[in-house]
């Protein structure tokens, strides 16, 4: 907004009868926008300041514009057309790029005499990495194989002779004490 150029052609006009100065925050509401075309440019302030002798604009600057933004449009709707073959594609390439850092901060160590720190250095990320590929490990592939036989084998037992044990805590505690 320039400066000195007040709602830039928009007549406002207020229900409550106050005058401008008598505005308040909560008279706002009262407010309405009377005759306001943005479209055309009616107003002799709207140009002011704007050179008249302008050369038109340049075309190859449309072209691009055009060019980029059907670019982007298709780049999307590939995206939401395959947002699982992308998704994987990026946790391919993620795994890809730790692995890549891990062995080349596994060779450096290794080839610089540099001393496994198994709490800080390179140690601590191989501990890291075999807590992640274990973890990763038990829920992609053994849950997802054997996880209901290891539920009906081991866990249901497991759970009924641990309640079987907690109802007979007291006893317990005092044969431990």
């Known amino acids: 907004m320039e400066r000195g150029i007040d709602n830039a052609g928009a007549d406002i006009e207020m229900d409550s009868g106050l005058d401008k100065k008598s505005i308040r925050i909560e008279d706002l509401s009262t407010l309405a ?14 140009n002011v300041g704007d050179n008249d002798d302008e050369e038109p604009g340049d ?3 449309e072209v691009i514009g055009n060019a ?21 594609v990026i946790y391919i390439i993620l795994a890809v790029l730790y692995n890549s850092y891990f062995i080349a901060s596994v060779y450096y160590s290794i080839h610089n ?37 290891i539920t009906r084998a ?22 431990i004490l």
Do not use: H
């Open 33 to 46: 926008v009377k005759d306001m075309d943005l479209s055309s440019k009616s107003d002799s302030n709207s």
């Open 154 to 175: 081991v866990l249901k037992p497991f759970g009924k002779a641990f309640d079987k044990a907690w109802k007979y805590r007291s006893v317990l505690l005092l044969l």
């Open 113 to 149: 005499g540099i001393p496994m720190d198994w709490c800080d250095g390179v140690g601590f990320l191989i501990v890291l990495t075999g807590l992640i590929y274990l973890g990763l490990f038990y829920f992609q592939v053994v849950k997802k194989f054997w996880g209901k036989a």
């Open 59 to 61: 075309q190859s600057c």
């Open 68 to 88: 980029l933004e059907k670019f982007w449009k298709t780049l999307g709707d590939f995206f939401t057309e395959r947002s699982a073959v992308v998704r994987g």
